[in-house]
């Protein structure tokens, strides 16, 4: 599983992060650095998508 921002849709409420600093990332302005396609550690894949549901911006998504 990959994971992705889309980083003009990010407003930097920073719920992703909350779930998981690791996984989701902030830059030193709390917008999401996560990147265009970021690896998911085997096993950690429940909590990226629960990072992924917990954006309000809807900023970011799973990767096939
Ligand atoms: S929760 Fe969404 S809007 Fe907030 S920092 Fe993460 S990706 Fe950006």
Same mark, same amino acid.
């Given at each position: 599983? +990959?994971?992705? &921002? @889309?980083?003009? *849709?990010?407003?930097?409420?920073?719920?992703?992060? &909350?779930? @998981?600093?690791?996984?989701?990332?902030? @830059?030193? @302005?709390?917008?999401?650095?996560?990147?265009?396609? +970021?690896? &998911?550690?085997?096993?950690?894949?429940?909590? $990226?998508? *629960?990072? &992924?549901? $917990?954006?309000?911006? +809807?900023?970011? +998504?799973?990767?096939?």
């Amino acid at each position: 599983m +990959r994971i992705a &921002v @889309d980083s003009s *849709l990010c407003e930097a409420h920073g719920q992703c992060s &909350v779930v @998981d600093y690791d996984l989701f990332p902030l @830059d030193d @302005d709390g917008y999401s650095a996560v990147g265009p396609d +970021r690896e &998911v550690p085997a096993g950690e894949e429940a909590a $990226a998508e *629960l990072g &992924v549901a $917990a954006c309000p911006a +809807r900023a970011l +998504r799973t990767l096939p």
